[in-house]
């Protein structure tokens, strides 16, 4: 998949495994980026969408306490069992080769670049992860109401956006 928005040319290659009975899967990434904004970057920012599927996520507190949580939200995050959370664990990130040192909060990872990305320059980034796909809720999980196995939306560690605003790095 190539993509683009403007500032960043991002081209993704993946191998997947999926293990459906355990609604798990594990793969690798490559993704080359190309910094096509004024900007030279030195960290770079992965969506890891599936971490909102856990009963300690930003997103289970929020349907927890709001005064009028939102309804689509069924079943409850919170209420999930472990077998039923959902989750993006990255074993390894590389710049280029180089292991990055990296941290996750909630829905996002924060790495620190190897060597900083000037305008122009392009790098490959090579991962490893681990996911689990969650119960149906919204629109992505497996073992739907409905009776559909599996519907995925966000599945695979994905970077954020970047543009003349900086990095959309929200959780």
Partial sequence: TVASDGTLRVAYTMDV???APQTTFSGTQ????TNDSPDT???VFYHLYFN???QRSQMAERNRHLPDPDRRVVPKIFNYTPEQTGYHRVQRLTQNGTPLTFEVYDTMLKATLAR???PGGTAT????FNSRVPLQTRRS??????GIDFSMT???PKLAMYDARGWHADP
């Fill in 17 to 19: 495994r999926m293990d």
């Fill in 30 to 33: 490559r993704l080359v980026l």
């Fill in 41 to 43: 970057l030195r960290h």
């Fill in 52 to 54: 909102a599927f856990d």
């Fill in 116 to 118: 900083p990305i000037p």
């Fill in 125 to 128: 980034f090579d991962m490893a």
């Fill in 141 to 146: 999980g497996a073992n739907s109401a409905e």
């Fill in 154 to 156: 966000q599945w695979y």
